[in-house]
């Protein structure tokens, strides 16, 4: 997965999507987001939940230990060593959902410049990816080490001609499994390793040249330029 995403819908969208019927503690703002072409280091709005009730904070995308500092905070971490590896051990219990409305990839296409591509569901609803982090709790304030990783899972099977690595999507009732405190980690390892959504949930077209300035962040961005590719559908005509 490469390094660049949309959420620009606001944060009531993405509560519908998980239905969780309990309280809300929103401190990631009431009106849309608007970022149509995020970068690593963005403050991007995270859902966790502590007891019965959802929060959502904005949260910077990218974290990295105390006692790495000799390298750049990742952003993604693959779901085969995620839930074992000493890197993200201190994290690990504590999942979250980054919901998105796209994430892009770039392709080598033969030309001077990699082709980038917008990746969105096919039903056009927010997606919902597990993440883990250190973040705001009812215990601790926002910290100068907070952050998140978005956990990614190999693409084979539809979407390996895209990027060979895909943020592993949940649908909404294992999203709210996810997020529950009292999943077993044990059982939120199968849901990430096993569960996420198949590539043929999504779809993906190519887009302007343009989102590769993160200075760019208008709403032409994430229109098509191309047709719109299904996975295991073929084609779609955009008009």
Known sequence: MCGRLSQYRGIHDFVAVLSIPDALI??????PFERYNAAPTTQ?????????????????????????KDRAAPINARVEKVAHGPFF??????????AIDNWFEWVDE???????????????????????????????????????????????????????????ALASELGREWLDPATPGQRAEQLVLFQGEPSE?????????????????GV??????????????GFVNNG
């Open 110 to 168: 033969g030309g001077p410049k990699k082709q980038p591509y917008l990746i969105r569901r096919r039903d056009r609803a927010p997606i919902l990816c597990a993440a883990i982090g250190q973040y705001p709790t009812a215990g601790h304030g926002p910290g100068e080490h907070d952050g998140f990783v978005i956990i990614t899972a190999d693409s084979a099977g539809g979407m390996v001609d895209i990027h060979d690595r895909r943020p592993v």
């Open 44 to 68: 991007l709005a995270l859902f966790h939940q502590e007891g019965n009730v959802l929060h959502a904070d904005n949260v910077r995308w990218g974290w990295r230990p105390h006692w790495a």
């Open 89 to 98: 051990n201190a994290i690990w219990p504590n999942r979250a959902i980054i």
């Open 26 to 31: 929103n401190n990631a703002g009431d009106q």
């Open 220 to 233: 032409e961005l994430i229109e098509p330029i191309s047709e719109v590719v299904v996975a295991g559908a």
């Open 201 to 217: 949930a999504f779809e993906w077209f190519k887009v302007d040249r343009a989102v590769g300035n993160v200075r760019n962040q």
